[in-house]
């Protein structure tokens, strides 16, 4: 029963909140295009990225997210370009968004900073007349006329902003998302994007010749809360780490993850929830498959005028 009545609630919430919220992610280190626009081309390589993320998992309803990001440095742009593709399913409300970036890079030191903004849509449906057709969303009150009886949909223009600085073994970003916070109307109710704030910063630190330590911070900020992931990662061998994250009063995580072949890493991690949650969710689980292919620029030969040997 008490499952039940938090899915209930759960789904229920994305229709009678008005202020919808980006989704969650715990390997945030490997996903720094969909919050951050101006980390387009900072890899130096042409990257693409899948990630899929299965949150309180025993529940009904609870939410799951695919996420694709694809970026590159376009040295004619003087910076970068990048394609984020991002559908979410939370009970029966199923958001898309697809977003373009691009990031103007300038040379400072020994790293780069860029600033950067992307621009798409997103588009949020909810799938109505579940009870009738089998599904999990069965309406305490079936005359309310808020609750759709059939599926309904809606499209708004998104756009986001950021900076962000990177060298060999520091990065650092912050960034804005859902900065039009676009309303969706549904009819009777609508639902509003939450403008996200994020800041991270991350570091690099060789231990000994094989083993690299990786502190990061990944902070998420909405005006009613704000969401702090501290991680540590031991990398060995550029081959394989392990390590975890604490996000405050929520979860704890653990990650794991390999090189399979050169510039093709899997990783893997499990949220132990903290929160109240914890009496009904088996946790989160996600999975991460990243490749980065290294461009080869060609350096134009040299000619001596032999007087001049």
């Given at each position: 029963?008490?499952?039940?009545?938090?899915?209930?609630?759960?789904?229920?919430?994305?229709?009678?909140?008005?202020?919808?919220?980006?989704?969650?992610?715990?390997?945030?280190?490997?996903?720094?295009?969909?919050?951050n626009?101006?980390?387009?081309?900072?890899?130096?390589?042409?990257?693409?990225?899948?990630?899929?993320?299965?949150?309180?998992?025993?529940?009904d309803?609870?939410?799951?997210?695919?996420?694709?990001?694809?970026?590159?440095?376009?040295?004619?742009?003087?910076?970068?370009?990048?394609?984020?593709?991002?559908?979410?399913?939370?009970?029966?409300?199923?958001?898309?968004?697809?977003?373009?970036?691009?990031?103007?890079?300038?040379?400072?030191?020994?790293?780069?900073?860029?600033?950067?903004?992307?621009?798409?849509?997103?588009?949020?449906?909810?799938?109505?007349?579940l009870?009738?057709?089998?599904?999990?969303?069965?309406?305490?009150?079936?005359?309310?006329?808020?609750?759709?009886?059939?599926?309904?949909?809606?499209?708004?223009?998104?756009?986001?902003?950021?900076?962000?600085?990177?060298?060999?073994?520091?990065?650092?970003?912050?960034?804005?998302?859902?900065?039009?916070?676009?309303?969706?109307?549904?009819?009777?109710?609508?639902?509003?994007?939450?403008?996200?704030?994020?800041?991270?910063?991350?570091?690099?630190?060789?231990?000994?010749?094989?083993?690299?330590?990786?502190?990061?911070?990944?902070?998420?900020?909405?005006?009613?809360?704000?969401?702090?992931?501290?991680?540590?990662?031991?990398?060995?061998?550029?081959?394989?780490?392990?390590?975890?994250s604490?996000?405050?009063?929520?979860?704890?995580?653990?990650?794991?993850?390999?090189?399979?072949?050169?510039?093709?890493?899997?990783?893997?991690?499990?949220?132990?929830?903290?929160?109240?949650i914890?009496?009904?969710?088996?946790?989160?689980?996600e999975?991460?498959?990243?490749?980065?292919?290294?461009?080869?620029?060609?350096?134009?030969?040299?000619?001596?005028?032999?007087?001049?040997?």
């Open positions: 029963m008490k499952k039940v009545l938090f899915t209930l609630l759960l789904i229920s919430s994305s229709v009678l909140v008005f202020a919808q919220q980006d989704p969650q992610f715990s390997q945030n280190m490997f996903n720094r295009l969909q919050p626009p101006a980390t387009a081309g900072s890899n130096d390589a042409i990257c693409a990225s899948l990630l899929y993320r299965s949150q309180w998992v025993s529940f309803g609870a939410p799951k997210t695919m996420l694709l990001s694809v970026d590159a440095p376009v040295d004619f742009l003087h910076g970068g370009l990048g394609l984020t593709v991002m559908a979410d399913k939370l009970g029966f409300e199923k958001s898309l968004t697809a977003k373009l970036a691009y990031a103007l890079r300038f040379a400072i030191g020994s790293g780069n900073i860029a600033i950067g903004v992307d621009a798409g849509i997103l588009q949020k449906s909810l799938e109505g007349g009870a009738s057709s089998g599904g999990v969303f069965i309406p305490n009150d079936p005359d309310d006329n808020l609750i759709p009886k059939s599926s309904v949909s809606g499209t708004k223009f998104d756009l986001s902003a950021g900076a962000y600085y990177n060298s060999e073994h520091l990065y650092a970003g912050v960034s804005a998302t859902n900065l039009t916070e676009p309303k969706i109307n549904y009819g009777d109710f609508s639902s509003k994007a939450v403008r996200h704030l994020y800041g991270t910063i991350g570091a690099s630190f060789d231990l000994t010749p094989s083993v690299a330590l990786k502190p990061s911070v990944f902070v998420n900020s909405i005006p009613a809360k704000t969401i702090a992931d501290f991680n540590l990662n031991l990398h060995f061998n550029n081959r394989f780490w392990l390590g975890g604490y996000r405050l009063e929520d979860a704890i995580v653990v990650m794991v993850g390999v090189n399979i072949i050169e510039n093709l890493r899997l990783g893997y991690s499990y949220d132990i929830t903290t929160s109240p914890k009496n009904y969710s088996n946790g989160s689980h999975i991460t498959l990243g490749y980065c292919y290294k461009i080869k620029k060609k350096i134009p030969p040299v000619l001596r005028n032999v007087r001049f040997l």
